[in-house]
Every structure is written in C-alpha cells, then in structure tokens.
C-alpha cells in the first residue's frame, strides 16, 4: 500500500495508463472505466422537525415552481380554484430578510447522528443488514473529498476504523477554523442568498429539512451516508425527483477565468447530483446587488457534456472532467478501505490530509497516525455511546 496519492494520478486516469502487478491498487481500481459497482440509490428519506426525524415523510420536501423537464409545475389546484398569480423571479432580492438570517451550527452541519439513526431505524426495518455497512458518512463530507483538486486547498478529514466499519467525516474544527468561523458579512451574505434563492423557488416557508438515505458502492465497498435535498419536481421521494439548487454571480464577460470560475461550480454541482443520481439542477445568477438576474436548468447530461467540453484544467497539459473525477474518487475510497488495522475491535483514528507542495501535481494526499488520547477523543465525539452500544450488539 502506497503511503500518499498524488493529484499527478490525474494523469495516468486521463490517459487511461495502464498499470503493472507492481502498483495492484491501481491497476485494479482504475483497470475499469466503470464508477460504481452497485449505482446511487435511495434506501430510506425522512423529513427533520422539531430535533426529531420522521421516516418515510416527506413533509419538508419543498416542490419546485418552475418547469422542470416535460413537467409543467410542482404545484396542482384544486377543480374550480384560480391559478395563483406569481410575482416574476427576476429582480428578485436575494439579501432580503438576511438581517433574520440564523446559520446552523458547524457541529449540526457536520455531525453524523442523523445518519446513526437512520442506520439503526433500516436496520430494525430490515431494509439493511449488518453486512451493508463498510463506509459510513454523510454527502457533505464527499464533496468536501471532490473539492480537493478542485479547490486544492489544505484540507483534512477523520479517518476511524472501528469493528470492520469505516467513519469517514471532514475534520472542520482545524480546516475550517481558520476559513469558515471568521466569515465576513460579504460571505455569510453569498450563503444567504443561496438559502432565499431555494425560498423563491419552491415558495417553502416551513423550518424543516427533507434528507435522503443512499448506499453505492465502488470496487464492491458500499457507502452509505444521507444527503439534504433542496426540493423535488412532485412531492414523493425517489432520487430522480430531486432538484438542485445553486446560485451563482452573473457571468458578465465571456473571459477565460469567469467561465472557468463557473466550470468549477458545475463540476461540484455534477458531483452533488452523481452522488444521488439526481437528473435535475436549476442555477439563479445574482448581481452584484444581489438580485435575481437569471435561471438556468441542467440535466445531469448537461453538465456532463458541458465539462468535456470545457473540462477543469490543473495543468496546462492536464486537464479533467467528470468521468475522471470519479475514477479519482473510486480510487480513494479503495485505498482508505485497504488499510490493514490490526485490532478491528480497537478504534484506529487517522488524519486523511491534503498537502499542498511546490509543483502543484506533487501536491497529496496522505495518512497520519493520530496518538491513542487523541484518536479516543476524536471517536467519542463524532460515534456516540448509543449507536457504539447498538453495533456491539449486532
């Protein structure tokens, strides 16, 4: 087992390098074009309200009011009833109510335990059996995974191996602390807008938060995390109901560096959707003012063929687009999963960090062992007594 990945590994991916018995890990991972081994699905969804988790509810799924596909609207009337008349979208404010504006906590944001209670809830159900359950996480930690060589910047996430099970969560408290707890009025107002802009678009006024639960699996290891959902095109449950929604400031030139500014919050976009096999996003461009200036709709195809068209350049001579981002993906999932840990009955915490070095293919990422003290701490924290208790028990 190799110690680091380099992002130089985007270059053997994108010219599809084959690789000898001396580098096995890759040479089976990246052998096969194919991402997943078992595609996206959802196995459970539940409405949050209340600090409580109602299953099988789709009570916070907000519905999507523009068309989406051959749908003409998320909304019916009842016979007899006057359409509504709506007030136009564009030049909509996206600041107003910001003043009101409450963030969640980054502890709320982070945490797994709706997913532990997810888990426990499918498992009674039968809907999930012991043998399901490898890599757990939630989606928001992915994609901080997917942004590393798009962003690249230093980042680093807990790794904990405890009983044959993988936790995998984005260590916020050192990459953020610096980043995120200091935001500036400016910023907290650019994540706002984002929140107004789904307001708009489903006419949501509810509090509470829809979430899906989905299981892949890549080179055979199945995943399994929740992920919040913005809307849907009706209001049932099912991953190719889901919507999107993204905002983006108005593109005004056709410069290199805006469209690749754009192309970068695609290609997350993309990875959002790929890891719920969600067919639909929906971007609102705001002025600098913050108004709403435009709406634009992308199938998942869309995008796709968008970024081989204008893939994300690393290199001058490297450049990658989505089906190369996944292989990236499969293969880092394959290497945490490969780690031999001795004592599976012992909890084995270990940073996944993202270093960043001169020459910007050398940058990597690579394991560090974290003290027993420490790795105690960090496993307390982020897998709680009761759900420790429950997986003894199975």
């Known amino acids: 087992m190799f110690d680091k990945i380099k992002l130089s590994v985007f270059e053997s991916i994108v010219n599809n390098q084959n690789f000898d018995d001396e580098e096995p890990l890759l040479a089976e991972v990246l052998g096969s074009r194919k991402i997943f081994t078992q595609n996206p699905t959802e196995i459970g969804y539940f409405t949050q309200s209340g600090g409580q988790l109602h299953y099988n509810d789709t009570t916070g799924l907000g519905i999507i009011n523009i068309p989406i596909g051959s749908t003409k609207s998320g909304y019916t009337k009842n016979k007899g009833q006057k359409a509504e008349k709506r007030q136009p979208l564009i030049g909509t404010s996206l600041s107003e109510g910001f003043d009101d504006y409450q963030r969640t906590s980054l502890d709320q944001i982070y945490s797994l335990d709706d997913l532990f209670e997810s888990i426990h809830y499918l498992l009674n159900k039968g809907v999930l059996s012991r043998n399901d359950l490898k890599f757990l996480t939630l989606r928001r930690h992915l994609q901080k995974l997917m942004n590393i060589p798009l962003d690249r910047q230093l980042g680093q996430f807990n790794v904990i191996y405890w009983k044959e099970l993988i936790f ?18 400016t910023e907290l107002l650019l994540q706002y807008s984002g929140f107004k802009f789904e307001q708009l678009l489903t006419d949501s006024e509810t509090i509470s938060k829809y979430f899906t639960v989905v299981k892949h699996k890549v080179n055979g290891i199945p995943v399994i995390y929740t992920a919040e959902i913005d809307c849907g095109i009706t209001k049932s449950p099912g991953l190719t109901n889901y919507v999107e929604l993204k905002t983006h400031s108005h593109l005004l030139d056709n410069k290199l560096k805006t469209k690749n500014k754009f192309h970068h919050k695609l290609m997350k976009t993309y990875c959002q959707n790929k890891f719920i096999s969600c067919k639909n996003a929906v971007v609102g461009f705001r002025s600098a003012d913050f108004k709403l200036t435009s709406v634009k709709k992308y199938t998942d195809f869309e995008l796709a063929k968008t970024l081989r068209a204008s893939p994300i350049f690393l290199t001058r001579t490297c450049s990658i687009n989505t089906d190369h981002i996944f292989q990236w993906y499969k293969l880092i999932i394959s290497w945490i999963c490969e780690r031999k840990i001795e004592d599976s009955d012992e909890c084995q915490v270990f940073k996944l960090s993202f270093k960043r070095e001169g020459e910007l293919m050398d940058s990597h990422l690579c394991f ?24 003894e028990a199975q």
Request: net charge neutral.
């Open 168 to 185: 995998f969560t984005y260590d916020w408290e050192n990459s953020l602390q610096k980043e995120e707890c200091t935001y500036t009025y």
């Open 368 to 391: 560090q062992t974290v003290k027993k003290e420490e790795a105690n701490k960090i496993f307390k924290k982020v897998v709680p007594t009761w759900f420790r208790e429950f997986c």
